[in-house]
Nanobody, 128 residues
């Protein structure tokens, strides 16, 4: 069945960078919109970024615009999130997710209930 697995999280100092990766299998990766989400302690899960099936269109939460970049490599069934200029408030579990038989992002930042398949998460900690 569908498997989604994130990697690349870790501990980084404020101002630093991390690159998260997401490997997907068991679905038509190049037909699905993909998203990155995060959940900090005591907070609701929030959308970080969305990328449409081809990679031609992306959406970002206002809080990460200009700092994070989502990309995909359909030949490798992989999704990426380049995170630069990290801030302590970026500390969270980061999740990779796929829509179900739908290849597009909505006009605003992605919402968790728009996505069906989820990975287990990778932890990002940004120290001050």
């Amino acid at each position: 069945q569908v498997q989604i697995m994130e990697s690349g999280g870790g501990l980084v100092q404020a101002g630093g960078s991390l690159r998260l990766s997401c490997a997907a299998s068991g679905l038509a990766f190049d037909e699905e919109a993909m998203g990155w989400f995060r959940q900090a302690p005591g907070k609701e899960r929030e959308g970080v970024a969305c990328i449409n099936w081809s990679g031609a269109s992306t959406k970002y939460a206002d809080s990460v615009k200009g700092r994070f970049t989502v990309s995909r490599d359909n030949a490798k069934n992989s999704l990426y999130l380049q995170m630069n200029s990290l801030k302590p408030e970026d500390t969270a579990m980061y999740y990779c997710a796929a829509r179900r038989m739908y290849g597009y992002c909505e006009d605003s930042r992605p919402k968790p209930d728009e996505f069906y398949y989820w990975g287990q998460g990778t932890r990002v900690t940004v120290s001050s």
